[in-house]
């Protein structure tokens, strides 16, 4: 049971309550935003919460045992902080939540009721949903390795040891950098001839893009497949990205290409050369192990049937 502030308690029993909502959210960028369903500015801590923010919520789930307790808050994108593509690009994921009881009256009277993370949002044309999820969250999640036949670190980590800025992996687009849009995320580049190769090797396949200059700027994204073809004496190359840009592309952006890696063993020790950093368990038996049978030449040598 919560034990309140005195001053609290007794504007609560006294039975006519000027009380109002308080949400404050830091997300992991570190920027910290508060919002609450008052008409009018609330602040404490260092924190002003907007009014009118188009925030309103749901009511308070939880039970006693460690299941995950949540709360959905519902909004419309009213608010010059909120914006579209900062919740396509993920910087409301995971963020920080802390949600205030207050008596708008007289801030120092308040109650922490609960803390959280932002979860799964939703969206619509206008509006959003994003879901708050109790810290029982985290007991979800894995600790530790998993025994798997792929690596699980990821490729330029401290555990993996690849170099990505090394210019064997790596193509600059410092100058020309897009030369044409084919569709939402299919875009052209050139680059020198050498690249045909590398390119159609499946060096930058699963590998990321930075881009460089225009309004995506300093992010990342995830490439599927880069393919190339010689015209002339320079190479054309062709690059598919996982997902489109929230901000679309242009011709002109700059932007940096690092290889990727389908995390085998194979790929780690041929393209790498980095076999002795591989955090995988390639030879672990897998899960086909039950399904097969006896040999009956009785050679027993572990082999695949």
């Known amino acids: 049971m919560k034990a309140l502030d005195p001053a609290l308690q007794a504007h609560l029993d006294d039975g006519t309550t000027t009380l109002a909502w308080c949400w404050r959210i830091t997300r992991s960028d570190g920027q910290v935003f508060g919002f609450t369903d008052h008409d009018r ?40 902080r909120i914006t579209e593509t900062d919740i396509l690009d993920g910087r409301w994921d995971n963020a920080a939540v802390e949600v205030w009881r207050v008596n708008w009256a007289d801030t120092s009277q308040r109650a922490l009721l609960r803390r959280g993370n932002i979860g799964q949002i939703r969206r619509g044309r206008v509006a959003f949903v994003a879901e708050m999820r109790s810290l029982a969250h985290v007991l979800n999640q894995t600790v530790g390795r998993t025994f798997q036949y792929g690596c699980d670190a990821t490729l330029g980590d401290a555990r993996c040891g690849v170099d990505l800025d090394d210019p064997a992996y790596r193509l600059d687009q410092y100058t020309y950098g897009v030369t044409a849009r084919i569709d939402d995320r299919v875009f052209r580049c050139e680059a020198p001839l050498g690249y045909v190769d590398k390119a159609n090797s499946g060096l930058y396949d699963l590998g990321t893009i930075e881009w460089t200059t225009g309004p995506n700027a300093g992010r990342r994204a995830e490439i599927l497949r880069v393919r190339a073809f010689q015209v002339a004496f320079y190479a054309v190359v062709d690059v598919t990205l996982a997902e489109a840009p929230v901000r679309p592309i242009a011709n002109g952006h700059l932007f940096i290409l690092r290889a990727g890696c389908d995390k085998r063993l194979e790929t780690c020790a041929a393209r790498f050369n980095n076999a002795l950093n591989f955090r995988g368990f390639p030879h672990i038996p897998g899960q086909d192990t039950v399904l097969r049978f006896g040999k009956q030449s009785g050679s027993n040598t572990g082999e695949v049937l």
């Open 41 to 80: 500015t609330l602040s404490f801590d260092g924190t002003s919460f907007e009014p009118e923010s188009g925030f309103t919520a749901s009511e308070l789930r939880g039970g006693a045992d460690l299941a995950v307790d949540a709360q959905d808050a519902q909004g419309v994108l009213s608010s010059d």
